[in-house]
Nanobody, 115 residues
Framework: QVQLVESGGGLVQAGGSLRLSCAASGSIFTVNVMAWYRQAPGKQRNVVASITSGGSTNYVDSVKGRFTISRDNAKNTVYLEMNSLKPEDTAVYFC?????????WGQGTQVTVSS
């Protein structure tokens, strides 16, 4: 089992910044992928960014140049630095952990961007 605890969400004005953190604990496998998803009210949950244990990253086009995903493997923690936030970034953000066994989800953290 893997447990994920997210933090760092909140309310921010458009153009502002937030940093999300997600700490993983439990049965962590060396080779894994961690990612951030988001789900706005009435919409599907979609991936925002992902990072492998080797440091390779991917981003959805809408956040490229504004969001940065990073990780600290020693702490089993992944971060999402969000800059130049827009009202359309408002959503519940979920952290995920995946390895060859299965996928785990965090409880989610609310990000609200006011215009």
């Amino acid at each position: 089992q893997v447990q994920l605890v997210e933090s760092g969400g909140g309310l921010v004005q458009a153009g502002g910044s937030l940093r999300l953190s997600c700490a993983a604990s439990g049965s962590i496998f060396t080779v894994n992928v961690m990612a951030w998803y988001r789900q706005a009210p009435g919409k599907q949950r979609n991936v925002v960014a992902s990072i492998t244990s080797g440091g390779s990253t991917n981003y959805v086009d809408s956040v490229k140049g504004r969001f940065t995903i990073s990780r600290d493997n020693a702490k089993n923690t992944v971060y999402l630095e969000m800059n130049s936030l827009k009202p359309e970034d408002t959503a519940v953000y979920f952290c995920t952990y995946s390895d060859y066994r299965q996928n785990y989800w965090g409880q989610g953290t609310q990000v609200t961007v006011s215009s």
